[in-house]
């Protein structure tokens, strides 16, 4: 045994027994102004003492007895724990028949035949050593009066009988009798416990008589046969009944609980200082059951045996000290004991004569925000205790008011800090033994407020959001700003940008849902500001999926609804797919709103569906629902034919038919397949027909661009659709013709005018005309230009670049397969007041007035001789004058005044329209744009083919003599 440092150290590795260091210990501790004592220590030597040996116990017991095997453990410290196991170490199966009781003994309510074992051992396990020591086990024997097949009795309905075991009342096992009594300790657990026989075994019931059972703390263990109460205090004495109850009848044991208590501490005993010829006191006040004696020690005596102290007055628990002098420091101790334990308390009384001291830090500086509540501590030690006085900015009279107040360790309390009551603040503590003082420097600062916090938000799944945190500070403090999310620090990522005012969040996400906190801190105080963010999401999908009402055209679908994520289901779509005709692909089939869960959907006959749905909120669509089982309808003829039904030709000899074909919901039955019909519209002959799979049918050998009537019926091997409604198509369009007619007009210097007539044989659908033309002046040509027109226009008005040029057209009709065979006409020759006009100039030279002078007068002869000649009876070809002319003079070079007696026939190459307009034809070759186009013209230089025939030459007749005479003629002749 040895002492180091106030530990009590014990080494049995120098020999001797354990057992001799058992007992209670106690420490003290001795200085110059008196002994303190501790608490008594027990010290006990742990033991596990082994089993008594035993021979093999055989128990022989009829079956349906109640029976208990022994475990009566060794006894150790700390007591050991119990378990019963077999031999091959598998613990015994417990249940409300059998079960272990707290004393380590097994207990059969009643034992039966599966109960018989030759192993039912014992065992001790000893916490401290770490070993498990076992008993000899039993042997148990059962005797039976029908040992009949075990699984017949498993199987019977009434066990006990079938074994023939008679029922009985219960009785208990433990503990004995009626009644029982027990005493626990304040503090720890009440373990209360009832074990019962009977056939069939009972149920075990737990009541408190006179109340309830403090549910709290109550807990039932071992198939209800203990009760436990933890942490007993005083109210829970009284008196416990368990009632053990079977069919047969029931039986009742009361259990007196009685709670003791150890001492426990009212009122310790505190350490004293005293001034010289101070007064005070010392109290020692504890509690228990039975009530504990108070024993007042002083330096580790008893109090009735120290020197008397005439200024000290023991009075049961407390000790009263007046006018206590220098040298009355000593160490009191207060014993507190019962039966069931004891305190102990050590208290110093120290009796100073010091002067004061301030004990905080010199200087101190204090900030804190305006109007809060701050105190300034100066806190004193002396002896006789000082009086302490404050004083603001070194002003003689000590502070003093409703905003401040005095507290007795020292402490100055501001109660509302204003930018008033900044400065410095002195403390001063005063006894007769002198004075000490100190300064504190207070600093008043601005309040931290969020001016404009965050709001509640409802944002849609992927958009940006922006919380508010705008904040105003007093500038000499730093400010800290962070952000929660539901009350927890939130992690700023890279969706998140925290700003100065605020915190930004971009592609909201469901996640993202919740309380947002903006905490605006400095070192002195805090604000804060809380807004819910509430996301839109698009609903969960519908699920559990379920058809019933089946009937041959219609079926009820029931679905339950997702979460609508924060948007009311506005709608549900259901989809079908069907896996006859486009297996796996889903198509709509109805739409219902968002307050329905159950719809009753129309089918088609012949399909097998399946079906799922889709919600639909504000936000968007949600995921399919998993699919319902398949429901398959019965077949039936097509009720509507294809829709779309057109025949129109690919080429200029067939017609291609063509229409919608039905879906896989419009089919009815198997095999479908179309009729097709068509006959020459406006004739008598039969329909043609033709079966197809497809959606296409092609007739050939048609005439161009003829009307056909087309029917298109729908057929299963059900039936037909009704008859179809007729149709009309055409066949194959080709190129348009010219045969009807083509004028050009030329009103004035300006214009020209064209007029045509549509083709007569268009072929097909006209979709407009081309019109290309040039100008072209003797050898000269200008560039082709080109004009489009609609099917509808037949009339062109060309503004000319100059008045001399003529032009010359190609018009072509124009259907879908192309263009059609040109016409080509050339515009008249200028007329003479446009060649005089732009020649005028030419006739004011003198040499040029000569010139025609000379003409006019060979023109008046020649006048003369045709006037005898005409006098005489005679005819002169004006022809051939003409053509005397031109052989005299090859400068004039225009067959448009070419006049003769065959005016009236058909130039070269033209065609006499059905109007008798004789038309030109030409090719749309290059060369037609060349000159050497030829063309007759009427004596105002208009073109000839604007007229008839008859008319043409009746007027050449009438007037050839004169036309040829006419001076302004053979002057343009000339030119």
Known sequence: MQRRSGTLVIDFRGGGRPEDYEGEYQCSARNEYGTALSSKILLQVSRSPLWPKEHLDLVEIDEGSPLTLKCNPPPGLPPPVVFWMSSSMEPIHQDKRVSQGQNGDLYFSNVMLQDAQTDYSCNARFHFTHTIQQKNPYTLKIQTKNPHNETSFRNHTDMYSARGVMETTPSFMYPYGTSSNQIVLRGVDLLLECIASGVPAPDIMWHKKGGELPTDKTKLENFNKALRITNVSEE????????????????????????????????EPQNLILAPAEDGRLVCRANGNPKPTIQWLVNGEPIESAPPNPSREVAGDTIVFRDTQIGSSAVYQCNASNEHGYLLANAFVSVLDVPPRILSPRNQLIKVIQYNRTRLDCPFFGSPIP????????????????????????????????????????????????????????????????????????????????????????????????????????????????????????????????????????????DSAKAFLTVLERPERPRDLELTDLAERSVRLTWIPGDDNNSPITDYVVQFEE???????????????????????????????????????????????????????????????????????????????????????QAYGPNLRYIVKWRQRDTRESWSNETVRTTRHVVWNTPIYVPYEIKVQAENDFGRAPEPDIIIGYSGEDLPSVPRYFRIRQPNLETITLEWGHPEHPNGILTGYNLRYQAFNGTKTGRTLVETFSPNQTRFTLQRTDPISRYRFFLRARTQVGDGESIVEESPAPLNEAYTKNHVDIATQGWFIGLMCA?????????????????????????????????????????????????????????????????????????????????????????????TVKKDKEETEGNESSEATSPVNAIYSLA
């Open 579 to 665: 896996d006859k005709f486009q297996p796996g692909l889903w198509h709509n089939h109805s739409r219902y709103p968002g307050s329905v869960n159950s719809a009753v959907l129309r089918l088609s006959p012949y399909v097998n569906y399946q079906f799922r749905v889709i919600a639909v909120n504000e936000v968007g669509s949600s995921l399919p629902s998993l699919p319902s089982e398949r429901y398959h309808t019965i077949g039936a003829s097509p009720e509507i034919n294809p829709t779309g039904v057109q025949g129109a030709g690919t080429q200029k000899n067939n017609m291609e038919i063509t229409w919608t074909p039905l879906n896989a919901t």
């Open 236 to 267: 829970d004495s009284g008196e416990y009944f368990c009632l053990a109850s079977n069919k047969m009848g029931s039986i009742r044991h009361t259990i007196s609980v009685r709670v003791k208590a150890a001492p426990y501490w009212l009122d």
């Open 855 to 947: 003409i006019a007068l060979l023109v008046l002869i020649l006048l003369i001789v045709c006037f005898i000649k005409r006098s005489r009876g005679g005819k002169y070809p004006v022809r051939e004058k003409v053509e005397v002319l031109d052989h005299e003079d090859h400068k004039v070079d225009d067959p448009s005044f070419d006049y003769s007696d065959e005016d009236n026939k058909e130039p070269p190459g033209s065609h006499t329209s059905l109007d008798g307009t004789i038309k030109q034809e030409s090719d749309d070759s290059l060369v037609d744009y060349g000159e050497g186009g030829e063309g007759q013209f009427n004596e105002d230089g208009s073109f000839i083919g604007q007229y």
């Open 387 to 526: 009086t302490l006085r404050w004083f603001k900015n070194g002003q003689g009279s000590a502070l003093d008011g409703e905003n401040y107040q005095r507290h007795e360790n020292g402490s100055l309390e501001i109660n509302m800090a204003r930018k008033e009551d900044q400065g410095i603040y002195t403390c001063v503590a005063t006894n007769i033994l002198g004075k000490a003082e100190n300064q504190v420097r207070l600093e008043i600062k601005d309040p931290t407020r969020i001016v404009r916090g965050p709001e509640d938000l409802t944002v849609k799944r992927g958009s940006l959001v922006r919380l508010d945190c705008r904040i105003k500070h007093d500038s000499t403090l730093k400010l800290t700003v962070t952000w929660l999310k539901d009350d927890t620090p939130l992690y700023i990522g890279n969706r998140m940008k925290k700003e100065d005012d605020g915190l930004i969040i971009y592609g909201v996400a469901e996640k993202d849902q919740g309380d947002y906190t903006c905490v605006a801190s400095t070192e002195l105080d805090k």
